[in-house]
């Protein structure tokens, strides 16, 4: 697969569903070998099963930011991260409702350390610091 942008999380994105900086941005651990990516359909996170989630953030990303359609936060650290391997991370609009209604944003599969294999330890994601950060709409 390739990192990208989901197409209902740049709609998202375009019609004020998704406020970076101010809503709630979690990220999901994801492995593959239970999910079948669809990048032009899949909206939420009842697209991607339960056995695909290896592990769901307990907390936003922290220092959000967002200049000129590039998104960034401080690296995160999700704690006691056990389970199947993962090859991807995957970024949402958490919906502490009913969180299968959380808005998916970004699919990235190609962070140093990927895949990963949880051993019930933390696991820190190092965002890029390019010029493109975590993601540019």
Do not use: C, Q
Request: proline share 4%; net charge negative; hydrophobic share 40%.
């Amino acid at each position: 697969m390739a990192t990208f942008l989901y197409d209902t999380g740049r709609d998202n994105f375009a019609n004020g569903n998704i406020d970076w900086v101010n809503d709630d941005i979690r990220l999901i651990f994801v492995d593959d070998a239970d999910y079948t990516v669809d990048s032009a359909n899949d909206a939420t996170l009842a697209d991607i099963g339960a056995p695909a989630r290896v592990a769901t953030g307990a907390a936003s990303l922290s220092s959000k930011s967002s200049t000129a359609g590039i998104v960034d936060a401080a690296d995160h650290t999700m704690n006691s991260v056990s389970g199947d391997v993962f090859e991807a991370i995957v970024i949402v609009a958490y919906d502490t409702g009913t969180p299968d209604n959380s808005l998916l944003i970004a699919y990235i599969d190609n962070y140093s350390g990927l895949p990963a294999t949880p051993n019930g330890g933390n696991i820190t994601v190092a965002f890029p610091n390019d010029s493109n950060k975590i993601f540019k709409l």
